[in-house]
């Protein structure tokens, strides 16, 4: 790893530390790099705010989308403390990053009790078997909604 890259990842991680120690969430942080210039900042603040989406990659994509005035994050890198649950990387995909670099893994986050490995069982499992019952209801009406947009002459595409 590059002393950049390494810059930046330390960046992270003193965020991760500052944001656990003084009360706003648990031991996560992200920077959002664009070129050489970190664009956005985040860390998790789940506790804090109340807010059970409020993880350090959403956060800072939040941020760094803010101060880009863009959805898209093409051009930028993510540097995060700890391997991507599930949700941010769900978020990451629809910011659309050109790199993700992270620290810890998911099993390191597991072993200080931050196991996301249900949330990845339940995304392979059918509907039926998942332990939040998944329902689908309207089908026919929430496909008109579709149809609408693929109507919709002004629409911005992403």
Known sequence: MSDRESGFMQAAL?????????????PFGCII???DTIVGKGCNSVSSTN????????VAIRDACNNLQTFQLTDCEIYTSCEPCPMCMGAIYWARP?????GATRHDA???GFDDSL???ELTSPLHD???EMVSLGNESA???????REKPDKIAY
């Open 14 to 26: 003193d965020l991760a530390r500052k944001g656990m120690n003084s009360g706003i969430g648990g």
């Open 33 to 35: 790099v664009k070129g």
């Open 51 to 58: 807010d059970p989406t409020a993880h350090a990659e959403v």
């Open 98 to 102: 050109k790199k993700v670099y992270f």
């Open 110 to 112: 597991a072993d200080a």
């Open 119 to 121: 949330i990845y069982r």
């Open 130 to 132: 998942r332990l939040i």
């Open 143 to 149: 496909v008109k909604v579709f149809d609408e947009w």
